[in-house]
């Protein structure tokens, strides 16, 4: 039987893009700083499946529900994702992204 929802890991990490030490609280999933992601995973969060590893740039900011989501792009392969940002997260990065003068 294939596992079908998320998968929560704990996993502190240093961002590719920007070199931030990111402290992971299990759902921690994108730089809050630069707000760039690395591509992991296959067909459910957090299963780490993926062989592509590329970094996944933030293209776009869209709000839904009072909740901020970002845009992911794999700058390797083109897989986009969509994820919701953290209270953590960097304003003026996602203000920059919206304005797309990141």
Do not use: W
């Not at 998320?6 to 809050?32: M, R, S, W």
């Not at 740039?57 to 989501?69: F, R």
């Amino acid at each position: 039987m294939q596992r079908k929802n998320f998968i929560k890991i704990k996993e502190d990490f240093v961002c590719d893009n920007c070199k931030t030490y990111v402290k992971g609280n299990g759902y921690t999933n994108h730089c809050p700083n630069c707000l760039y992601s690395k591509h992991v995973d296959l067909a459910i969060p957090g299963d780490r499946k993926s062989s592509c590893k590329g970094l996944m740039k933030p293209i776009d900011i869209e709000s839904k529900k009072g909740e901020y989501i970002i845009q992911h792009k794999c700058q390797k392969c083109g897989h986009t994702k969509r994820n919701t940002a953290s209270k953590e997260d960097n304003f003026e990065s996602m203000l920059l992204i919206k304005r797309n003068l990141f």
